[in-house]
T-cell receptor
Framework: NAGVMQNPRHLVRRRGQEARLRCSPVKGHSHVYWYRQLPEEGLKFMVYLQKENIIDESGMPKERFSAEFPKEGPSILRIQQVVRGDSAAYFC????????????FGPGTRLTVL | AQSVAQPEDQVNVAEGNPLTVKCTYSVSGNPYLFWYVQYPNRGLQFLLKYITGDNLVKGSYGFEAEFNKSQTSFHLKKPSALVSDSALYFCAVPLRDSNYQLIWGAGTKLIIKP
């Protein structure tokens, strides 16, 4: 059962370092979404990508954050020069199409910035 | 503005008793409504959704939810709680004019005591 896979599951970085989070969607899914979850809060939408295209990045900070979903390989969420406020759980989800399709979530990457 | 509220941070229920996790919404037009569950250190799992039709929606793990338009509510219910139902539960609605971006409630922690 190849669901959404994320790695690493836990990532520790010092302030100023780069964090790379990877997400492999469900096989056959071409739509990927990234969310951030702070403790005791719900998910916040960050970015929506289809293969090789960013469809909506309205929830992603303009600086230091970037996302890609190349033709081959996983989707990558990249955070440059991390700060303590970036500490959170980052979840990836995928769907077979747009239009209120059920989104399948990965187990998340827990980023801790020291 | 579209919004969803989960008025209870935590719900405690004895095993075997019925449970209700509350969700109210504020959307224009006919709402789509979702419930997801998050087990510790896991990603979110889809439970059920309401799109149209029967106000009582049945989902995974014996859960159901009742759509009440007059009360703008979509409460999650289960007739007999299990200890394994202990988890975080999130209600969500699609962002207006978006068919993929969800607005999430803050979550309700459900604790089932043996």
């Amino acid at each position: 059962n190849a669901g959404v896979m994320q790695n690493p599951r836990h990532l520790v970085r010092r302030r100023g370092q780069e964090a790379r989070l990877r997400c492999s969607p469900v096989k056959g899914h071409s739509h990927v979404y990234w969310y951030r979850q702070l403790p005791e809060e719900g998910l916040k939408f960050m970015v929506y990508l289809q293969k090789e295209n960013i469809i909506d990045e309205s929830g992603m900070p303009k600086e230091r954050f970037s996302a890609e979903f190349p033709k081959e390989g996983p989707s990558i969420l990249r955070i440059q020069q991390v700060v303590r406020g970036d500490s959170a759980a980052y979840f990836c989800a995928s769907s077979a199409g747009q239009g209120n399709n059920e989104q399948f979530f990965g187990p998340g990457t827990r980023l801790t910035v020291l | 503005a579209q919004s969803v509220a989960q008025p209870e941070d935590q719900v405690n229920v004895a095993e075997g008793n019925p449970l209700t996790v509350k969700c109210t919404y504020s959307v224009s037009g006919n709402p789509y409504l979702f419930w997801y569950v998050q087990y510790p250190n896991r990603g979110l799992q889809f439970l059920l959704k309401y799109i149209t039709g029967d106000n009582l929606v049945k989902g995974s793990y014996g859960f159901e939810a009742e759509f009440n338009k007059s009360q703008t509510s979509f409460h999650l219910k289960k007739p007999s709680a299990l200890v394994s139902d202990s988890a975080l539960y999130f209600c969500a609605v699609p962002l207006r004019d978006s068919n993929y971006q969800l607005i999430w409630g803050a979550g309700t922690k459900l604790i089932i005591k043996p």
